[in-house]
């Protein structure tokens, strides 16, 4: 083959050189073997020329694949090889045999060279689309994951196409096999264009090979002649189309060759064009561990064996992508089942699924067994062959339905072994094999003993061994008594020993089967060699262990054959006999190795992708990023970074790794975030921190010790993880920005950050403040920038949903605090709306509902938060309250009229209720059964009363009328039914406390309890024990009671919470009661007795905004004020603090006035609710404090422009002045008077000679010199809507401007404002002077006839126009500026007025017209103005953005997020300030990373 390669790598390298490349034209598939007139003298020898000349082509093929490296191309022309090695073969022994007639044979070799001939003809085209000269050979075909898929979808075709041509030849060979010069002879001159120069990275375990697992291709068939009696059952049953039975499972014992009889069916299936799809289970593939991939991969191999129903599957693929689908059944349904039952067709066709038992997730194998007895017999003429191994939880389904046959078949019956099968198969494996002779293979057959385990693996050690003489003495003493377990074991062992190199290698040889049986996912002999680079024999040793383990390439996963080879060698010292794997040692060895791995790779900017300094927004800004990954990492640095935290919480516990560990977090922490943020794979890596923690609190003992964690260790582990947790949405977006905003708000005074802060600097915007960041030790997470509005647990307690104001709706796991899936998010959202809610999960907690907007119902899959069918559209709007049933398969909700719709369906079922019945409440009892509606109808307000009808049944029970009473609470959250558990009991309250206890089945009531004098605010209901012993409700704010759910009697009484409950919850076993209230206490009470019990949660934080609890009172859930989440483990309260130090260090959420001089490095920030505190911005150090007598507060403050006077608007409109230096109140101005509403407005002129003060419906100015009123107008007398807002004064102090009833106006301050009620003023007349909303403006510090103003149109609210006002003897407008969206920014002018700048924004005023100004840098005009300077950053969901340049800045930390910056971010120049509940002030200089933005965009 060599030969070959160097005798035509001349001619080779000059058709590479070639200018232009066209693919030959390619034969067509008719035309391959029609010439049925060729003589067989002539057929014989052209046949042989023909052979030479294909072998030739596969010789050329396989070496230059493998003189490029090219692992899935090699592969495909090693298939190419075998076949002709084969064809010829045949060709030779059956010389005198052919036949002229043999259409069978002719139509399977024109199949063969068809499909052959297809794939090379679709690699030729893609090279002549991708390129247009021979200098870009296929760079990459077989390179993206697409292109990696097409090469394993031809060649699962080839090898089906050959499976159909070894069938076939069994008879004879076919007579027109002499076409096959002609065809192939195109291809020769194509085939080194086709694989010159192309290059495939080392991605062991890529979809080619794992689909080659899926589909069994590796599988050996039974030899012919072998399994006649099980494979006739088979083809019996298979050939009934009138059986009701759909489903042959095949169980029995490992070994005993069942997937050997599925692969044979599979591809007997194949050739008669009857099979639909396979999928092969295997311990030896992530892929086929699980169902995750099942439907799709039988999907994809419905399409490639009915190519009709190829363009629907397809289709239906990319529908189910986009609506990212995960539920199993939907997805079986419409890619498998849906397609298949419109193939018209008169057989049967089948899917063969292999192996179940290697699924390792029980419930998943529950869900397609019952999904397949579920849906099978909607499709009569589908088929399933499936095998197992008899397991209890397969069992349990399958020998309960009538659907299955073949359950009671045994492949192996000791009593009567099938030795003539064992005999057939071991001849014909081992007949070529010279030095093996008739003894040995007779000593094999009587070993076997009828198990085909083990007589194909000694076949095949022996096929592959390079010491075969020392298998064969091995073996010759074998002993064969015993149980199967027990003969597989002796073979186990011999086979182990004989791959000893030396006796001193057992060491070298244990390592190596370690690291393969303890990793997460197959790993390559590459991989081996380098978690162990002392072990210099990894290769010798898999290769001496073929007959157990497969794959001998070294970049390709090794996978064990056989999953009682893994059972052996993790069994135990007496059975393994010397070869026991100890599972923690091994994956503690494993852990050294990957942390090693690791440490020698990480890097900061590990991909050189911010060579230049510029920091990137998003992943997704940075193309090919996973082949980028895939060509700068090898396949142990991959692995290593999936699942080193994982090895090490399940190794011993080791002083030395706990020390590794350690040192790696503390060196080379962030850049494994950053690595696992390039692969978006930050869930992978809370899941592992999150082990990592969980181990080390469980070993540090109460007092640490030598070899064990200390406290300070503890905490180090615990801040990693935090550090993912808290930004974890910072992170999944931008991976560089691990060392930027998420580094800078880590503890203070950490010994883990503190390294980090200093080593990437460069990264991080400057921070001063006197502040000192804490981290509590609770599980913190956060990803909404707006209020909290809703929080519902699973019943399980393992999700957690959240919904945000701003309108997005997140999934939590509980247990790791990730963020599960991708939020939803509503793109458009009205004003001061909240867009999602009904919120629930199904009873089993494996889905989740919620509305959206009102119009469309969502149902999504728990577990990976992807839809389970597309939303449910229909006009919900005026139905607050819903009901759905358990599985959430369908809701009702209440209103007029009461509404029942189908969500699976997507329709609507009719009610037997009165369409006169108004509904306040509903709700649907746990059984699915019956729906209860609390309402009244509509020709009688003032009578409430209660209906029930059945959900299925349409069955309907008279109203039911309670005291009179409203239901409607003016709180939509308040419930008024409720069901037992059990759905025998049905409870119903009013507003005024009344309760009536009722027949769930009949609604007839059975006793009435409650008090008629209650407080408006308090709020009644109801909850059941989950054992339906007892419910509780509070007949008053201060107290609960408890009854007996049968009957109703009292049981007790519970006081001592201080206000009104939020929400109740029994213990599982119905003796506690936990109660929370508005001070989010949770008290706990002994349920019998009424006596309390210690509390599981002291709440009485004012941070706290609400709080909840999971059913098994193992999880608790608080929400603060900044928008953040806490979860507390109540089961191990080592894991999470307490809620006291939760809130400590959080940021207010109250709008905080901020004010500074234009010279000066002091600002003026109100310090609690009646004092003021200058704070040095330059050292963040406290200047002085002032103080004010007005008990509502500061509403306003505001500097002069020199910095000599400081001013403060309070709560009541009183107007206070102090002097800047000396801190001494100089004036305290009479309040303006009017209604105190609104922010109001403070500030001085330009030249510090006024102060204006505007709030509610006046505005005053006053002389600092003499502090007398100047100027005055007052519009209250209008009433309280009509508000004065006030932009500024003009440069020359004689025009006011501002808003007064959505309406421009400018005052003329010389005017004689005593006279007038409402001074003189100028007002526009044009329609763009009325239905101001939302405006700021500014006048020019030039001109003073020139004003800005920024509006949002009533039309338009949420885009922004700036428009320009020339003030003279009225006002006249003389340009419109559209901006592309709203912009919530004041408007500031340059010093020179020749700008204006809005938000992010600049435009250039003095042109006809005005345009935008665009560059690196803002005009020099806006500088040097100190605090009053325009800052061009603003907040955008959840980022800061420069305007100069233009681009996404810096990600804000959640817990800064909860400040309102879209509506009012305090910034100046290049800086923001914060302010946090403590009142210390954080400013942020971004001047660093503006410098470096700049510096590298005028490079570029």
């Known amino acids: 083959m060599k030969a070959l390669f160097k005798k035509n790598k001349k001619k080779q390298q000059e058709q590479i050189s070639k200018s232009s490349y066209i693919p030959p034209e390619l034969p067509s598939t008719q035309s391959i073997g029609t010439d049925n007139t060729t003589q067989q003298t002539t057929l014989h020898s052209q046949s042989s020329k023909a052979y030479e000349d294909a072998s030739e082509l596969s010789e050329r093929f396989f070496s230059i694949a493998i003189h490029q490296n090219q692992i899935a191309w090699t592969e495909l022309c090693e298939d190419l090889a075998y076949h002709l090695a084969q064809m010829e073969a045949h060709r030779r022994e059956l010389e005198e045999k052919i036949s002229i007639e043999d259409n069978g044979c002719l139509k399977a070799l024109e199949y063969y060279f068809s499909v052959t001939a297809k794939a090379v003809e679709g690699a030729a085209k893609r090279e002549l689309e991708n390129s247009g000269s021979a200098s870009s050979s296929i760079l990459r075909y077989g390179t993206a994951q697409a292109e990696q898929e097409e090469i394993s979808r031809q060649r699962r075709m080839i090898e089906n196409a050959w499976q159909v041509y070894t069938i076939a030849i069994k008879g004879s060979i076919v007579s027109k096999i002499i076409r096959m010069e002609k065809d192939l002879i195109p291809y020769k001159q194509t085939s080194p264009k086709l694989l010159a120069s192309r290059q495939i990275q080392d991605n062991y375990g890529t979809t080619g090979s794992d689909f080659d697992i899926a589909y069994g291709e590796r599988v050996d068939i039974c030899e012919e002649g072998t399994r006649e009696?099980?494979?006739?059952?088979i083809r019996t049953w298979a050939s009934d189309i009138q059986m009701q039975s759909q489903i042959f499972w095949l169980n029995d014992a490992a070994g005993t060759g069942k997937s050997t009889i599925a692969a044979t069916m599979a591809r007997e299936w194949l050739l008669q064009t009857h099979l639909g799809g396979r999928f092969f289970f295997s311990p030896n593939s992530r892929m086929t561990q699980t169902t995750k991939e099942f439907c799709v991969t039988v999907a994809e191999d419905i399409a490639s064996n009915q190519p009709t129903l190829a363009p629907i599957i397809r289709e239906t693929i990319k529908e189910l992508e986009q609506e990212q689908h995960s539920w199993f059944d939907i997805q079986l349904q419409r890619l498998v089942l849906d397609?298949?039952?419109?193939?018209?067709?008169?057989?049967?066709?089948?899917?063969?699924?292999?192996?179940?038992?290697?699924?390792i997730n029980i419930e998943e194998r529950s869900e397609l067994l019952n999904a397949f007895i579920q849906c099978l017999p909607s499709v009569h003429h589908l088929k399933v062959l499936l095998t197992s191994r008899p397991l209890q939880d397969i069992s349990v389904i399958l020998k309960s339905s009538p659907l299955v046959y073949g359950s009671d078949i045994q492949l192996l019956d000791i009593r009567n072994p099938p030795h003539s099968d064992i005999v057939i198969y071991v001849e014909k494996r081992l007949a070529t094999i010279t030095s093996i002779s008739s003894e040995h293979r007779g000593a094999i057959i009587s070993n076997s003993e009828g198990l085909f385990l083990y007589a194909a693996t000694i076949c095949r050690m022996l096929e592959k061994s390079r010491r075969r003489a020392e298998v064969l003495k091995a073996l010759s003493g074998l002993g064969v008594a015993g149980s199967i377990e027990k003969r597989m074991d002796w073979l186990y062992l011999s086979i182990l020993k004989q791959a000893r190199v030396d006796s001193n290698a057992d060491d070298l040889l244990i390592g190596v089967l370690s690291m393969i049986v303890v990793a997460y996912q197959p790993i390559s002999i590459n991989t081996i060699s380098i978690f162990l680079p002392d072990n210099l024999q990894v290769d010798a040793f898999v290769q001496d262990?073929?007959?157990?383990?497969?794959?001998?390439?070294?970049?390709?996963?090794?996978?064990?054959?056989?999953?009682?080879?893994?059972?052996?060698?993790?069994?135990?010292?007496?059975?393994?006999?010397?070869?026991?794997?100890?599972?923690?040692a091994s994956c503690m060895t494993m852990a050294t190795a990957c942390i090693s791995t690791l440490e020698q790779m990480l890097d900061y900017d590990i991909f050189n992708l911010n060579a230049s300094k510029q920091l990137l927004a998003h992943n997704y800004d940075v193309p090919d990023i996973g082949q980028i990954i895939l060509r700068r990492t090898t396949a142990a640095e991959r692995y290593a970074s999936a699942y080193w935290a994982h090895h090490v919480a399940e190794s011993d516990i080791s002083a030395e790794l706990w020390t590794r560990v350690l040192i790696f977090l503390s060196q080379k922490l962030l850049n494994w975030v950053e690595l696992m943020s390039w692969r978006g794979s930050i869930v992978s890596c809370i899941e592992g921190l999150s082990r990592l923690y969980r181990f080390a609190i469980v070993q540090r003992p109460a007092e640490s010790g030598p070899g064990f964690l200390t406290f300070r260790d503890l905490v180090v582990i615990r801040h990693a993880y935090q550090f993912v947790v808290r930004h974890q949405e910072i992170i999944v977006d931008s991976a560089l920005q691990t060392y930027s905003m998420a580094l800078s708000f880590t503890p203070t005074q950490s010994s883990l950050f503190d390294s980090y802060r200093k080593r990437y600097r460069f990264l991080q915007p400057k921070i001063i403040t006197s502040n000192i960041i804490r981290w509590d030790n609770s599980m913190t997470i956060g990803g909404h920038s707006d209020r909290i509005v809703e929080m519902v647990l699973s019943p399980d307690g393992t999700r957690l949903i959240t919904v945000g104001m701003e309108g997005k709706l997140c999934l939590w796991s509980t247990k790791t605090g990730a963020m599960i899936g991708n939020p939803f998010k509503v793109t458009k959202l009205g004003r001061h709306s909240n867009p999602i809610t009904m919120c629930t999960f199904s009873s089993d907690g494996q889905r989740f509902a919620f509305r959206v907007e009102g119009r469309e119902i969502h149902v999504r899959d728990s577990k990976r938060g992807g839809p389970i069918h597309p939303p449910f559209t229909r006009d919900f709007i005026g139905y607050c309250r819903a009901s759905f049933t358990s599985t959430l398969s369908s809701v009702v909700l209440a209103g007029h009229p009461i509404r029942h719709w189908d969500i699976e369906r997507q329709q609507e079922v009719q009610t037997p209720v009165e369409p006169t019945f108004v509904a306040d409440d509903v709700s649907i009892s746990p059984d699915g059964q019956r729906v209860a509606s609390v309402g009244h109808f509509s020709d009688n307000k003032k009578r409430h009363c209660v209906v029930l009808w059945g959900l299925t049944t349409s069955e309907y029970f008279r109203p039911y009328e309670p005291l009179d009473g409203h239901c409607l609470s003016a709180a939509p959250r308040n419930s008024f039914i409720a069901f037992s558990p059990?759905?025998?009991?049905?409870?119903?309250?009013?507003?005024?406390?009344?309760?009536?206890?009722?027949?769930?089945?009949t609604g007839e009531e059975i006793v009435r309890f409650g008090t008629e004098i209650r407080s408006t605010n308090d709020s009644t209901f109801v909850v059941f024990c989950p054992l339906c012993q007892y419910f509780a409700y509070n007949p008053t704010a201060s107290e609960i009671n408890i009854h007996e759910q049968v009957t109703g009697k009292k049981v007790s009484t519970l006081r001592g919470h201080e206000s009104c409950p939020r929400w109740m919850s029994f213990s599982s076993d119905g003796q506690r009661l936990a109660v929370a209230a508005y001070k989010n206490e949770v008290h706990v009470w002994s349920v019998l007795t009424g006596e309390p019990l210690q509390s599981i949660f002291t709440g009485g934080n004012r941070y706290i905004s609400r709080c909840s609890l999971s059913i098994d009172w193992g999880v608790l859930v608080a929400i603060t004020y900044d928008h953040q989440i806490h979860l507390y483990n109540l089961h191990d309260r080592n894991e999470f603090g307490e809620i006291e130090d939760a809130a400590r260090e959080r940021y207010t959420t109250d709008r905080i006035p901020i004010a500074g001089p234009r010279v000066g490095s002091l600002l003026i920030i109100p310090d609690g609710r009646c004092s003021l505190r200058l704070w040095n911005t330059t050292t963040a150090d406290s200047h002085g404090q002032l103080e004010i007598d007005d008990p509502m507060g500061v509403v306003q403050v505001a500097f002069s422009p020199e910095g000599r006077m400081i001013a403060a608007l309070s709560g009541r409109s009183w107007v206070y002045i102090w002097d800047s230096e000396t801190l001494i109140l100089l004036q305290k101005l009479r309040p303006l008077g009017g209604h105190s509403q609104g922010e109001g407005r403070l500030f001085f002129s330009a030249d510090s000679s006024l102060i204006v003060a505007c709030r509610g419906g006046v505005a005053r100015i006053w002389d600092t010199q003499t502090m007398k009123p100047v100027f005055q107008c007052d519009n209250t007398k209008e009433g309280p809507g009509f508000m004065i807002q006030v932009y500024g004064l003009s440069c020359d102090n004689t025009r006011l401007a501002g808003v007064d009833g959505h309406q421009i106006h400018v005052w003329d301050t010389r005017s004689d404002w005593r006279r007038y009620h409402t001074p003189p003023i100028l007002s526009p007349n044009s329609k763009h002077s009325l239905d101001y909303m939302g405006t700021s403006g500014a006048l020019s510090p030039v001109d003073p006839s020139l004003l800005a103003v920024n509006r949002y149109p009533k039309e338009e609210p949420w885009t922004s126009v700036i428009e320009l006002w020339r003030i003279g003897t009225d006002l006249q407008l003389t340009a419109t500026i559209g901006m592309s969206d709203s912009v919530s920014s004041r408007l500031s002018f340059s010093s020179d007025g020749q700008y204006?700048?809005?938000?992010?924004?600049?435009?250039?005023?003095?042109?006809?017209?005005?345009?935008?100004?665009?560059?690196?840098?803002?005009?020099?005009?806006?500088?040097?103005?100190g605090f009053q300077n325009h800052s061009f950053l603003v907040y955008r969901d959840g980022w800061i953005h420069s305007g100069f340049p233009d681009r996404p800045l810096l990600p804000i930390p959640v817990e800064l997020r909860s400040l309102e910056l879209d509506r009012e971010l305090f910034a100046y120049g290049e800086c923001i300030v914060l302010i946090s509940n403590t009142g210390e002030p954080i400013l942020i200089d971004f001047s660093p990373l503006l410098v470096q933005a700049r510096k590298s965009d005028s490079n570029i």
């Open 339 to 359: 397609p298949l039952r419109g193939l018209e067709t008169n057989h049967c066709i089948f899917l063969v699924v292999d192996a179940l038992d290697n699924c």
């Open 545 to 584: 262990l073929a007959g157990v383990l497969k794959d001998g390439n070294p970049d390709r996963p090794i996978k064990v054959l056989h999953p009682t080879f893994r059972e052996f060698l993790l069994s135990d010292r007496e059975r393994a006999n010397g070869f026991l794997i100890d599972p923690s």
């Open 1396 to 1425: 204006i700048a809005c938000g992010p924004r600049c435009m250039y005023v003095n042109a006809d017209p005005p345009y935008f100004y665009t560059g690196n840098h803002p005009p020099n005009s806006f500088r040097d103005m």
């Open 982 to 1001: 059990d759905s025998t009991r049905l409870a119903t309250w009013l507003e005024n406390g009344t309760v009536q206890l009722r027949n769930g089945h």
């Open 229 to 233: 009696d099980i494979l006739n059952s």
